[in-house]
T-cell receptor
Framework: DTEVTQTPKHLVMGMTNKKSLKCEQH?????MYWYKQKAKKPPELMFV???????INESVPSRFSPECPNSSLLNLHLHALQPEDSALYLC????????????FGEGSRLTVL | GQNIDQPTEMTATEGAIVQINCTYQ??????LFWYQQHAGEAPTFLSY????GLEEKGRFSSFLSRSKGYSYLLLKELQMKDSASYLC????????????????FGKGTKLSVIP
């Protein structure tokens, strides 16, 4: 199994809503990532978890809250988002934080109204 | 990875060969990756270089020169399905986490393959 699965694929939410994006991998990878990608731009790193601990937070606003319940799961909790937060949110994993290529999920396309 | 530079767009003919260049400036270099991304889809891994030289994988090859901060992706026997964005990404020492490395993407090169 070489897949990273993300749900939901599409999400529309208002600025006062609370929602979550979910990511799951069963490759035994110990590092998981959240990237944000705006149209016609490259993916930008948001968070890195290594062995279920937050390793990197790229100065992301607190309205984005990551969570890693176990080594296979990664969540991104969303609250009080702004329209400019509308983007494709990509989850990825690697065997270790400093090794191997990123395996990406298909992404969750978020629209904030 | 900082200052990753690659051409914005390229056009090539079906069946031809195209070379996409990438230059970078970074500290604590730990590898260079090439990804392919079709519109509206997630990036998919193409190649990885950490030592100087050429890595070949079917119709795709990637070259790295660490001393020059330079890489290229070579696509042979172009097919229409190769029309996509090609992202150069550099893994280097993170400024946000002690002892950590992070992967930073260039802006991508949009390749259009024409008949």
């Amino acid at each position: 199994d070489t897949e990273v699965t993300q749900t939901p694929k599409h999400l529309v939410m208002g600025m006062t809503n609370k929602k979550s994006l979910k990511c799951e991998q069963h490759m035994g990878h110990r590092a998981m990532y959240w990237y944000k990608q705006k149209a016609k731009k490259p993916p930008e790193l948001m968070f890195v978890y290594s062995y279920e601990k937050l390793s990197i937070n790229e100065s992301v606003p607190s309205r984005f809250s990551p969570e890693c319940p176990n080594s296979s799961l990664l969540n991104l909790h969303l609250h009080a988002l702004q329209p400019e937060d509308s983007a494709l949110y990509l989850c990825a994993s690697t065997p270790g934080q400093n090794t191997g290529e990123l395996f990406f999920g298909e992404g969750s396309r978020l629209t904030v109204l | 990875g900082q200052n990753i530079d690659q051409p914005t767009e390229m056009t090539a003919t079906e069946g031809a060969i195209v070379q996409i260049n990438c230059t970078y400036q970074t500290s604590g270099f730990n590898g260079l990756f090439w990804y392919q991304q079709h519109a509206g889809e997630a990036p998919t891994f193409l190649s990885y270089n950490v030592l100087d030289g050429l890595e070949e994988k079917g119709r795709f090859s990637s070259f790295l020169s660490r001393s020059k901060g330079y890489s290229y992706l070579l696509l042979k026997e172009l097919q229409m399905k190769d029309s996509a964005s090609y992202l150069c990404a550099v893994r280097d020492r993170s400024s946000s986490g002690a002892g950590s490395y992070q992967l930073t993407f260039g802006k991508g090169t949009k390749l259009s393959v024409i008949p």
